[in-house]
């Protein structure tokens, strides 16, 4: 059962375009979501979180969209860099548990040609 | 934040015997968590280790498999036993330096060769 699903393997865009990384859910018990980024062989790195009372935030480049009538969260990078080429996850969590444990997306790959 | 570090970053291991992942944050850190990212997969979380406390485990993973330690609120180890080649995989930590559900930050991960 994929409760988070990132349905884009793939995305690729021109430097200076704006990246937009896709993710849906289907537990509506999750009420924080979180977007990592993974280099190869390094861990992944946070870049940016929302909450479920809230539709936007952004911080610098990276905005992320809430949807939750449609269980849908968005990530768009503007502009796109050669270097935020990476493997993106985005994340849920409920932050009421005992664990917060998370539960990723399979990842989409972003290429940023130069 | 938190700083994470993870020894080893690799080995490649015999079937049949055993590896120790030692995990370090900078800071206390209330929870700590263990993932597995097999090839080409997502993160798939194994259990959370809180100290004092017996680890808990995700469906699908059993502590006489993966046991784990968190003796301190900075460390903890993860044992992958009685290695096969489908243990074969990236091992990551994290931790979450405020409370539970708040963000968690990730080591950079041990890469486990099974042969």
């Known amino acids: 059962d994929q409760q988070v699903k990132q349905n884009s393997p793939s995305l690729s865009v021109q430097e200076g375009r704006i990246s937009i990384l896709n993710c849906d859910y289907t537990n509506s018990m999750f009420d924080y979501f979180l977007w990592y980024k993974k280099y190869p062989a390094e861990g992944p790195t946070f870049l940016i979180s929302?909450?479920?009372?809230?539709d936007k935030n952004e911080d610098g480049r990276f905005t992320v969209f809430l949807n939750k009538s449609a269980k849908h969260l968005s990530l768009h990078i503007v502009p796109s860099q050669p270097g935020d080429s990476a493997v993106y996850f985005c994340?849920?969590?409920?932050?009421?548990?005992?664990?917060?444990?998370?539960?990723f997306g399979q990842g989409t790959i972003l290429t940023v040609h130069p | 934040s938190a700083v994470i570090s993870q020894k080893p970053s690799r080995d490649i291991c015999q079937r049949g015997t055993s590896l120790t992942i030692q995990c370090q944050v900078d800071s206390q850190v209330t929870m700590m968590f263990w993932y597995r990212q097999q090839p080409g997969q997502s993160l798939t979380l194994i259990a959370t280790a809180n100290q004092g406390s017996e680890a808990t485990y995700e469906s699908g993973f059993v502590i006489d498999k993966f046991p784990i330690s968190r003796p301190n609120l900075t460390f903890s180890t993860l044992t992958v036993s009685n290695l096969s080649p489908e243990d074969s995989s990236i091992y990551l930590c994290?931790?979450?330096?405020?409370?539970?559900?708040?963000?968690?930050?990730f080591g950079p991960g041990t890469r486990l060769l099974v042969l």
């Open positions: 994290s931790g979450t330096p405020g409370g539970a559900g708040e963000t968690q930050y």
């Open positions: 929302i909450s479920s009372i809230k």
């Open positions: 994340a849920a969590s409920i932050k009421g548990t005992s664990y917060g444990k998370l539960t």
